[in-house]
């Protein structure tokens, strides 16, 4: 970590922090702040842009979970935002994502795209055509919201995962 954590519970100045602090608790509920959370509560107005954009981004859209998990995923692993990667991973095999297809998102090989999924990989055409995506607009730097997120993560190094790799099981 390259900035120190801040204390939980975190101290708040005003009420306005309070209810910042709040906000967060109620959104990761019933599991505490996480350690993305005691880093971005150094400034509590960024941390509510925060809640609220990613927030809506999780919870707010029409993607399918195993499609919107195998996106953050796949911009984790090209990223190498472990922590990531060890938060939605489960997530995604939680949501169907076949252990053959979490090992084809954890490669970290640029994907080529080709007609339908490759052969053995588990994954559906949507789920193959959805990493291909997420790995060209990660690795031609065109930011999105989970590569806002892992560059975040991997430059402040929250939850001490660089250089670790995917060592989350699915």
């Known amino acids: 970590m390259r900035l120190p954590y801040v204390t939980d519970p975190p101290p708040a100045a005003t009420p306005e922090e309070e209810a910042i602090i709040d906000a967060v608790r109620a959104r990761r509920a019933p599991r505490p702040l996480q350690p993305l959370d005691l880093t971005l509560l150094h400034s509590p107005p960024v941390t509510l842009g925060w809640n ?48 053959a297809g979490m090992d084809v998102c954890k490669d970290p090989a640029p994907l080529v795209l080709e007609a ?51 060592d989350v099981a699915h």
């Open 52 to 99: 609220h954009f990613l927030s809506a981004i999780r919870t707010q859209t029409t993607l399918p979970a195993d499609i919107r998990e195998l996106a953050i995923c796949r911009v984790a692993v090209v990223n190498r935002a472990w922590y990531e990667w060890m938060h939605h991973a489960p997530l995604a095999s939680a949501a169907g994502v076949t252990p």
């Open 116 to 166: 339908g999924s490759p052969e053995g990989s588990g994954l559906t055409e949507k789920q193959w055509l959805v990493l291909c995506y997420a790995d060209e607009m990660t690795r031609s730097v065109e930011i999105a919201c989970y590569n806002c997120v892992s560059r975040f993560l991997v430059a402040l190094d929250i939850g001490e995962k660089n250089g670790t790799g995917p």
